[in-house]
Nanobody
């Protein structure tokens, strides 16, 4: 079982990045998937989510309108398109899967039972 994030790096304010979360050992369309981020000295924050049942999505207020989560079942990968990046978006970004179908809110860390290793995103001029 693996979740491998990639696509992080350095971006300028106003720029874009696309993060990928490649899964192995399970199918991404069989489970709810989430994206989280953690900045230094801060708690891990749920920022986006895609629901397995109907593909509907959720976003935190901090990224709504700028980030888009999507899923490619053929590639078994979940993406996070990040536009209009801000310095406050600087963090390590993680994807996670809920294989236990918990009833916790999508932004709760404890909803997810398996996590990727994270990818660093730095937004700076």
């Amino acid at each position: 079982l693996q979740l491998v994030e990639s696509g992080g790096g350095l971006a300028q304010p106003g720029g874009s990045l696309r993060l990928s979360c490649a899964a192995s050992g399970f199918n991404v369309d069989d489970y709810d998937m989430g994206w989280f981020r953690q900045a230094p000295g801060k708690e891990r924050e749920g920022i986006s989510y895609i629901r397995t049942s109907d593909g509907s999505t959720e976003y935190s207020d901090s990224v709504k309108g700028r980030f888009t989560i999507s899923r490619d079942n053929a590639e078994n990968t979940v993406y996070l398109q990040m536009n209009s990046l801000k310095p406050e978006d600087t963090a390590i970004y993680y994807c996670a899967v809920d294989r236990l179908f918990t009833y916790l809110a999508w932004y709760e860390v404890l909803k997810y039972d398996f996590w990727g290793q994270g990818t660093q995103v730095t937004v700076s001029s």
